[in-house]
């Protein structure tokens, strides 16, 4: 290019730059800002429950020890209410990598990851702590691990929990009580199998139409812990809660794996820390809730219902022909190994 030319086109480019910023009429503050060093990574997470749920304060948790051992280098943005999308959604998003993390339940993302399934087994956990051995442990581990192959890294496994009966209809006591209502489920094969084996109609969709279809009466009930009823006021549009305790759902905190591969060992490092740090608040958190949740539920007018032994042992010897339909489609040697766990840990 001529010397004379690349001059003038420079000059050019200079008048043109200010004729911008004039009419941009950019204030000095904001060309501080655009001067500013590097700026920070911005981290949105997408849940599906609400700010009151002890799965969003685990998130503002993450948020603390990220801010407070990286100060400056990432900006973690939490959203509740499926606002970027929900479970299914939001997961293909941190896949295609225009979201950077999600935290969905296990149980919609089986299409993805056959051995997740393994959790939706009804009664497999017989309590949290159990729970928390086995999905801390070596096999929850390597459940987590399948993920890796789909463009997800699982940081670790936060409580969703165990799932409970609500319905409009009548209060339910007996698998006979739940025939014919119409229960929404998980988008989730081993769920709708569940609740056809009890004689109900399970409607699978997703968690954020789940008020708005109690309040219409298009379904008669759903199924999730008591944190959730009671923090998204299930209460205001149904009457019966049964404390079946079915299934225990664990929530995945999820990144996207090629931007977990590409940060720094040291932030790699303290993302997984966070992630610790926030399961410990969301399992606090949960305890609490459904410790001091049920009363508020009756407080509110809500009917629940505790079941006898025998009644709970009548939902259990019902479900029981889901383990032989499901056990070689999620990988019979798996579910073996984890009712292996469970029982080991059940005799300690
Ligand atoms: C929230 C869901 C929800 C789950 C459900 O995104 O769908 O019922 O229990 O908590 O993951």
Redesign the pocket.
Known sequence: MPKKFLSLSLTLAFALALLVAGCGGSKPAEQAKSAAPAAKKVIKIS???NEQTPEYKGLLKFKEVIDAKLPGKYDIQPYAN?QLG??VKATEAVRNGTLEMTG??T??LTGLAPELAVFDLPFLFPNTDIAYKVLDGPVGEKIAKTLESKGLKCLAYWE?GF?QLTNSVREVKTPDDVKGLKIRV?QNPIHIAIWKALGANPTPM??SE?FTAMQQKTIDG?E??IP?IYQSKFYEVQKYCTLTGHVY?P?VLLINKKLFDSMPPEDQKVFLEAAKAGEAEVRKLSKEMNDSQVGKLKEAGMVVTTLTPEQHKAFEDAVKPVYDEFSNKIGKQLVDEVRAEVARLSKQ
């Open positions: 849940i599906g429950l499926a929900d479970d969905p339940s149980s919609p969703n799932r998980m997703p968690y789940v759903q999730n812990p959730t759902t929530f």
